[in-house]
């Protein structure tokens, strides 16, 4: 019993079993195909007016160091509900599904996001190695 333990421990710890896809993948300056959506998803609900071009704040706060103390909750939450006593509007609409992606627009939003607050996504705009 304790070998059978150690076993799936060990598959468990090494990410072989349980594993999920990553948020986002960028290679050689290139991200996957839901991330370059995510910056699409990000152009098109005009967030850049609010919170700069680059993601660096303007009247809204920089989401470059907001990514990195929300969770991915309540990320949804300030996008779904809004935060109206600070001027954050809600966007309901990006609880819809992208039909190439078969992903939530706030999810795919989030990944793009999270990879820029993390240094790896390029600012800018982005474009897929996976066309």
Known sequence: MYKVLMFFSTLFLSGILGAADPLYVVK????D???EKGFKVWRASACERCHG???QGLVGPSLIE???VLSYKEFVTVM???RNAKGMPAHPHLNKVDEKT???KVDLLYAYLKGRS???VPKGRVRS???
Request: hydrophobic share 25%; net charge positive.
């Open 66 to 68: 907001s990514l990195k």
């Open 102 to 104: 078969g992903k939530k």
């Open 28 to 31: 050689d300056g290139k991200v």
């Open 118 to 120: 993390d240094g790896k």
């Open 53 to 55: 071009n680059n993601q």
């Open 33 to 35: 195909a839901a991330t």
């Open 129 to 131: 190695f996976e066309k």
């Open 80 to 82: 779904i509900e809004g």
